[in-house]
Protein backbone atom coordinates (compact mmCIF):
# COMPACT_ATOMS: atom_id res chain seq x y z
CA UNK A 1 0.00 0.00 0.00
CA UNK A 2 1.09 4.21 -0.27
CA UNK A 3 1.75 5.30 2.15
CA UNK A 4 2.18 9.23 2.75
CA UNK A 5 3.53 10.68 5.63
CA UNK A 6 3.07 13.63 7.19
CA UNK A 7 5.27 14.86 9.71
CA UNK A 8 2.74 16.67 12.23
CA UNK A 9 -0.63 16.21 12.99
CA UNK A 10 -1.13 19.17 14.70
CA UNK A 11 0.69 22.80 15.10
CA UNK A 12 0.06 25.70 16.44
CA UNK A 13 1.95 28.69 15.33
CA UNK A 14 1.80 32.43 15.72
CA UNK A 15 1.10 35.29 12.99
CA UNK A 16 4.27 35.85 11.17
CA UNK A 17 6.09 32.69 11.98
CA UNK A 18 7.94 30.75 8.80
CA UNK A 19 6.29 27.46 9.15
CA UNK A 20 7.06 24.21 7.37
CA UNK A 21 5.11 21.35 6.57
CA UNK A 22 7.00 18.57 5.79
CA UNK A 23 5.43 14.90 3.65
CA UNK A 24 7.15 12.11 2.34
CA UNK A 25 5.90 9.26 0.15
CA UNK A 26 7.58 5.25 -0.08
CA UNK A 27 5.91 4.67 -3.47
CA UNK A 28 8.50 6.55 -5.82
CA UNK A 29 6.16 8.18 -6.70
CA UNK A 30 6.50 10.99 -9.20
CA UNK A 31 3.77 13.67 -8.53
CA UNK A 32 3.52 15.49 -5.03
CA UNK A 33 0.71 18.16 -4.40
CA UNK A 34 -0.20 20.31 -1.33
CA UNK A 35 -4.03 21.22 -0.52
CA UNK A 36 -5.89 22.94 1.95
CA UNK A 37 -9.40 21.95 3.19
CA UNK A 38 -11.74 23.95 5.23
CA UNK A 39 -15.32 23.67 5.66
CA UNK A 40 -17.65 25.26 2.93
CA UNK A 41 -14.89 25.39 0.36
CA UNK A 42 -13.93 21.91 -0.21
CA UNK A 43 -10.22 20.39 -1.33
CA UNK A 44 -8.07 23.53 -2.92
CA UNK A 45 -4.98 22.88 -4.52
CA UNK A 46 -2.02 25.25 -3.18
CA UNK A 47 1.20 23.73 -5.14
CA UNK A 48 2.62 20.79 -6.94
CA UNK A 49 5.50 18.90 -8.25
CA UNK A 50 5.69 16.48 -11.37
CA UNK A 51 9.11 15.71 -10.15
CA UNK A 52 12.04 16.38 -8.15
CA UNK A 53 13.15 20.12 -8.23
CA UNK A 54 9.67 20.88 -10.26
CA UNK A 55 6.91 23.19 -9.02
CA UNK A 56 3.97 24.09 -10.52
CA UNK A 57 1.37 26.63 -8.70
CA UNK A 58 -1.73 25.51 -8.01
CA UNK A 59 -5.51 27.38 -7.46
CA UNK A 60 -4.19 29.34 -4.38
CA UNK A 61 -0.39 30.03 -3.83
CA UNK A 62 -0.19 33.03 -2.31
CA UNK A 63 1.55 32.84 1.00
CA UNK A 64 2.63 29.43 0.37
CA UNK A 65 6.24 28.16 -1.10
CA UNK A 66 7.45 24.90 -1.53
CA UNK A 67 10.45 22.76 -2.23
CA UNK A 68 11.25 19.13 -3.77
CA UNK A 69 14.64 18.59 -3.38
CA UNK A 70 14.22 14.51 -3.05
CA UNK A 71 11.70 12.02 -4.86
CA UNK A 72 9.85 11.18 -1.52
CA UNK A 73 9.90 14.34 0.43
CA UNK A 74 7.78 17.43 -0.55
CA UNK A 75 7.53 20.75 1.87
CA UNK A 76 4.86 23.36 2.51
CA UNK A 77 6.57 26.34 3.59
CA UNK A 78 4.79 29.26 5.04
CA UNK A 79 6.72 32.23 4.42
CA UNK A 80 4.88 34.37 7.53
CA UNK A 81 2.18 32.54 9.06
CA UNK A 82 -1.31 34.40 8.86
CA UNK A 83 -4.61 33.37 10.63
CA UNK A 84 -6.16 33.23 7.82
CA UNK A 85 -3.84 30.03 6.59
CA UNK A 86 -5.10 28.22 9.48
CA UNK A 87 -6.60 25.05 8.16
CA UNK A 88 -6.18 21.29 7.78
CA UNK A 89 -3.48 20.85 4.87
CA UNK A 90 -3.40 17.73 2.87
CA UNK A 91 -0.04 16.35 0.89
CA UNK A 92 -0.84 13.89 -1.71
CA UNK A 93 1.39 11.63 -4.62
CA UNK A 94 0.36 9.74 -7.62
CA UNK A 95 3.14 7.90 -10.32
CA UNK A 96 3.21 10.19 -13.01
CA UNK A 97 1.15 9.95 -16.23
CA UNK A 98 -2.36 10.31 -16.51
CA UNK A 99 -5.12 8.12 -14.95
CA UNK A 100 -3.65 7.28 -11.37
CA UNK A 101 -5.46 8.27 -8.43
CA UNK A 102 -4.01 10.58 -5.26
CA UNK A 103 -2.81 8.91 -2.40
CA UNK A 104 -3.63 11.49 0.48
CA UNK A 105 -1.28 11.59 4.14
CA UNK A 106 -3.80 11.82 7.04
CA UNK A 107 -3.47 15.46 7.32
CA UNK A 108 -1.81 18.69 9.54
CA UNK A 109 -4.14 20.85 11.37
CA UNK A 110 -2.40 24.11 11.72
CA UNK A 111 -3.95 26.47 14.01
CA UNK A 112 -2.19 29.97 13.63
CA UNK A 113 -2.77 32.59 16.67
CA UNK B 1 -13.69 14.46 15.47
CA UNK B 2 -12.97 17.04 12.30
CA UNK B 3 -15.60 18.23 10.23
CA UNK B 4 -14.68 18.22 6.75
CA UNK B 5 -17.39 20.48 5.82
CA UNK B 6 -20.55 22.33 6.65
CA UNK B 7 -23.77 21.48 5.24
CA UNK B 8 -22.98 18.78 3.16
CA UNK B 9 -25.83 16.83 1.78
CA UNK B 10 -26.11 13.67 4.18
CA UNK B 11 -27.73 10.61 2.84
CA UNK B 12 -29.01 8.34 5.84
CA UNK B 13 -29.17 4.77 5.32
CA UNK B 14 -29.91 1.42 7.69
CA UNK B 15 -26.96 -0.70 8.37
CA UNK B 16 -27.23 -3.73 5.63
CA UNK B 17 -28.97 -1.66 3.18
CA UNK B 18 -27.05 -0.67 0.12
CA UNK B 19 -26.11 2.62 -0.30
CA UNK B 20 -26.21 4.95 -3.49
CA UNK B 21 -24.07 8.57 -3.54
CA UNK B 22 -24.74 10.51 -6.75
CA UNK B 23 -22.31 13.14 -8.09
CA UNK B 24 -22.27 15.45 -11.26
CA UNK B 25 -19.43 16.51 -12.84
CA UNK B 26 -18.61 19.30 -14.89
CA UNK B 27 -16.21 18.69 -17.50
CA UNK B 28 -17.23 16.63 -20.84
CA UNK B 29 -13.88 16.32 -21.54
CA UNK B 30 -12.75 14.59 -18.20
CA UNK B 31 -11.77 11.47 -18.61
CA UNK B 32 -11.10 9.54 -15.52
CA UNK B 33 -12.55 9.67 -12.20
CA UNK B 34 -12.54 8.77 -8.45
CA UNK B 35 -14.23 8.18 -5.47
CA UNK B 36 -12.66 8.96 -1.95
CA UNK B 37 -13.63 8.08 1.23
CA UNK B 38 -12.94 10.18 3.98
CA UNK B 39 -13.53 9.34 7.65
CA UNK B 40 -13.12 12.09 10.52
CA UNK B 41 -9.63 12.93 11.43
CA UNK B 42 -8.13 10.95 8.57
CA UNK B 43 -7.07 12.52 5.40
CA UNK B 44 -9.05 11.05 2.06
CA UNK B 45 -8.84 7.42 1.11
CA UNK B 46 -8.95 5.94 -2.39
CA UNK B 47 -12.19 3.51 -2.91
CA UNK B 48 -12.17 3.32 -6.49
CA UNK B 49 -11.66 5.19 -9.79
CA UNK B 50 -13.19 4.46 -13.64
CA UNK B 51 -11.85 5.72 -17.02
CA UNK B 52 -14.46 7.22 -19.78
CA UNK B 53 -14.18 4.18 -21.68
CA UNK B 54 -16.08 2.19 -19.33
CA UNK B 55 -19.46 2.70 -17.62
CA UNK B 56 -19.31 0.41 -14.65
CA UNK B 57 -16.66 -0.67 -12.64
CA UNK B 58 -16.79 -3.28 -9.82
CA UNK B 59 -14.87 -3.79 -6.67
CA UNK B 60 -15.37 -5.15 -2.92
CA UNK B 61 -18.86 -3.99 -1.90
CA UNK B 62 -18.62 -0.77 -4.25
CA UNK B 63 -19.54 0.06 -7.86
CA UNK B 64 -19.04 2.65 -9.58
CA UNK B 65 -21.12 3.86 -12.54
CA UNK B 66 -20.60 6.20 -15.32
CA UNK B 67 -23.30 8.17 -17.55
CA UNK B 68 -21.26 10.28 -19.51
CA UNK B 69 -24.44 11.63 -21.83
CA UNK B 70 -25.63 13.70 -18.59
CA UNK B 71 -22.21 13.71 -17.05
CA UNK B 72 -23.38 11.66 -13.82
CA UNK B 73 -21.18 8.95 -11.72
CA UNK B 74 -22.19 7.28 -8.63
CA UNK B 75 -21.29 5.58 -5.71
CA UNK B 76 -22.98 2.34 -4.80
CA UNK B 77 -22.44 0.25 -1.50
CA UNK B 78 -23.90 -3.25 -0.84
CA UNK B 79 -24.61 -3.94 2.45
CA UNK B 80 -23.32 -0.86 3.85
CA UNK B 81 -21.36 -0.71 7.60
CA UNK B 82 -21.21 1.36 10.33
CA UNK B 83 -17.69 1.86 9.27
CA UNK B 84 -18.71 3.32 6.06
CA UNK B 85 -19.94 5.77 7.67
CA UNK B 86 -17.86 9.47 6.47
CA UNK B 87 -17.68 11.81 3.53
CA UNK B 88 -17.34 10.47 0.09
CA UNK B 89 -15.80 12.89 -2.48
CA UNK B 90 -16.11 12.17 -6.02
CA UNK B 91 -13.53 13.72 -8.28
CA UNK B 92 -12.40 14.27 -12.30
CA UNK B 93 -9.08 14.46 -14.14
CA UNK B 94 -9.14 17.36 -16.47
CA UNK B 95 -6.99 17.70 -19.60
CA UNK B 96 -3.87 19.33 -17.22
CA UNK B 97 -4.15 15.77 -15.59
CA UNK B 98 -5.47 18.06 -12.44
CA UNK B 99 -8.33 16.64 -10.20
CA UNK B 100 -11.49 18.50 -9.85
CA UNK B 101 -12.90 17.60 -6.44
CA UNK B 102 -16.44 17.66 -5.52
CA UNK B 103 -18.15 19.08 -2.33
CA UNK B 104 -19.09 15.37 -1.09
CA UNK B 105 -21.86 13.58 0.50
CA UNK B 106 -22.00 12.39 4.43
CA UNK B 107 -22.90 9.12 4.59
CA UNK B 108 -24.78 7.93 8.35
CA UNK B 109 -25.01 4.42 8.68
CA UNK B 110 -28.11 4.15 11.22
CA UNK B 111 -27.68 0.55 13.27
Known amino acids: DVKVTQSSRYLVKRTGEKVFLECVQD?????MFWYRQDPGLGLRLIYF???????EKGDIPEGYSVSREKKERFSLILESASTNQTSMYLC????????????FGNGTRLTVT | GESVGLHLPTLSVQEGDNSIINCAYS??????FIWYKQESGKGPQFIID?????DKRQGQRVTVLLNKTVKHLSLQIAATQPGDSAVYFC??????????FGSGTRLLVRP
Open chain 2, 50 to 54: IRSNM
Open chain 1, 27 to 31: MDHEN
Open chain 2, 91 to 100: AEMDSSYKLI
Open chain 1, 92 to 103: ASRRGGNNSPLH
Open chain 1, 49 to 55: SYDVKMK
Open chain 2, 27 to 32: NSASDY
